[in-house]
């Protein structure tokens, strides 16, 4: 097996001339504009190598170049037991100003000229170089990933597909060029590509700490088959609760009484009327449903299943135009630029495992001018270990530690788990963080609220009779604001 002396690494300046020995089938000036590129902290140059072997390579076509055709070409001049070059890929952390339009709107890396020499193809050296770039923008803190596919070539596609790579639905590129083929021959070649994108959030066992976004690829939500993207979307943490987190919410006093209204206030509802406006993380669909009412035309975005065929199910019983689309708020596939006047996310962006990336895509789909409206349990007040406290003589103190935890956490059951962050858990980030991503990602910030819990919600909330953590919230919430709304506009 080749993957036994296979080592990948960033090109090293020394290794220039052997590597272009062994695969001479790109013009050295252009392996030395990418190792300047490296050099300056623009991306990676991956080489793979292994020692030279005195076995003639298996021949075996690979579908990730399609514009190279396999010749029974060993490696040339290397000695046995050298190391050989056998393949390279390159990460560009962010596009250039000059590269392609679909370049610049997916703003993640992209892996260009994935290549694997003919003699060595079909053994398993394309996934791990493939692998290596994944490493490499995980390592540089990136969350996705993408490249660039032929429309004319399947079979790239379909091994791109079975590693985790999705259709950006942003448009088709023309292409074309002039290069070597792998023997040396000057060809031009023009293609059609589309945009593949990945994400690189780790999936996390059911048992992890850290489950909010479990991307099993096997094992997809049944109920959901009919949504569209369910054929290939993960299991989310939500769809481990969805029966109990419908019914638990459905009548939830703080959504009605606190939440909701400050989201409703912000939105300014009076001018929803005819817009266009995405329901971000929408669950199933309860503030969908309701922004409607107020002549809003609504897509509803989120990646549990299980939540999304509740959604569907109410809205075949009592259709209301709403879109429903299972996709993932860090990697979207299914949304396209510009096309919302609004759009908003209640209740979940702790849920999201990558702040940054979502707030990229908030930025990227709405309209220049677009309103985008966040509700969130209080970052400075609900921070990892964190909990209401009654003490003997009966008053309620909100215990704060750990602002700068960073991270997931999940608070510990209370003994009937009736909090849906003791089921869940969330991702802590400062306050800053949030506002910061947005930020970053093309939004102004416009107007914050901290909704108060006011006398008629805490009787509301007490008249269930609620265990004491939750009657501690009741009064608590009167004087700490359990809750952050925001507003911020796409510049
Ligand atoms: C607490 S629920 C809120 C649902 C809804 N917004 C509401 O207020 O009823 C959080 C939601 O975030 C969704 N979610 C978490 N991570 C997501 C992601 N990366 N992309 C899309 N939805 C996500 C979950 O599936 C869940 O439906």
């Known amino acids: 097996m080749p993957a036994l002396s296979l080592d990948i690494h960033p090109l090293r300046p020394e290794e220039l001339a052997s590597f272009a ?31 030279a072997t005195p076995t003639p390579p298996r021949l075996v076509d690979d579908p990730t170049h399609q514009n190279d055709q396999a010749h029974d070409q060993d490696s040339d001049g290397a000695n046995f037991g050298e190391w050989v070059a056998i393949g390279q890929g390159v990460v560009t952390w962010r596009p250039s100003a000059t590269a392609d339009d679909l370049a610049q709107r997916l703003g993640c890396p992209i892996v260009n000229d994935l290549f694997v020499h003919p003699a060595r193809r079909s053994q398993g050296i394309g996934a791990a170089l493939l692998a290596a770039c994944e490493a490499a923008a995980r390592a540089h ?118 939440t909701l209204p400050a989201a ?18 929408c669950g199933q669909g309860g503030v969908t449903r309701l922004l409607t009412r107020y002549g809003a035309v609504m897509t509803g975005v989120d990646i549990a299943g299980s939540l999304l065929a509740l959604a569907e199910r109410a809205e075949a019983e009592a259709p209301l135009g709403i879109t429903y689309i299972r996709d993932d708020l860090c990697a979207p596939t299914q949304l396209a630029d510009a096309q919302f006047d609004g759009a908003l996310c209640h209740m979940a962006l702790m849920d999201v495992a990558d702040l940054g990336a979502a707030a990229h895509t908030v930025g990227r789909i709405l309209k220049p001018g677009a309103w985008f409206v966040f509700v969130i349990t209080h970052p400075a007040y609900q921070t990892p270990n964190s909990s209401w406290t009654i003490t003997e003589d009966g008053n309620q103190y909100r215990m704060v530690a750990d602002y700068f ?82 507003r911020v506009r796409r510049r």
């Open 21 to 51: 020995r062994d695969l001479p089938f790109r013009e050295m000036a252009q392996h030395e504009r990418r190792l300047s590129r490296q050099t300056r902290g623009d991306g990676v140059y991956l080489v793979a190598w292994e020692r």
């Open 405 to 486: 935890a960073v991270g997931f956490w999940r608070p510990p059951s209370q003994g009937s788990a009736t909090s849906v962050r003791e089921r869940v858990g969330a991702h802590h980030r400062t306050l800053g963080a949030y506002l910061n991503a947005f930020t970053a990602a093309g939004l102004t910030f416009e107007r914050l609220l901290e909704p108060q819990i006011g006398a008629k919600l805490r009787e509301r909330l007490l008249a269930a009779n609620p265990p004491p953590a939750r009657q501690a919230l009741a009064w608590g919430g009167m004087e700490i604001p359990i809750a952050l709304a925001a």
């Open 141 to 258: 803190g990136d969350s996705r990933i993408a490249l660039g596919v032929g429309l004319e070539n399947p079979r790239a596609r379909t091994l791109y597909e079975r590693h985790g790579y999705r259709t950006a639905r942003l448009g088709e590129l023309y292409t074309s060029g002039t290069g070597r083929d792998t023997q040396g021959q000057e060809r031009s070649w023009e293609e059609i590509i589309t945009y593949l994108v990945k994400s690189l959030i780790e999936p996390a066992s059911p048992d992890t700490e850290g489950a909010a976004d479990q991307t099993t690829e096997d094992s997809v939500a049944s109920s959901s088959a009919a949504l569209a993207g369910a054929e290939s979307a993960p299991v989310a943490a939500y769809d481990e609760v969805a029966e109990w987190y419908d019914e638990r919410i459905r009548d939830e006093a703080l959504t009605h009484g606190l």
């Open 264 to 281: 409703l206030d912000l939105i300014e509802t009076e001018q929803l009327a005819g817009q266009r406006v995405c329901d971000l993380a």
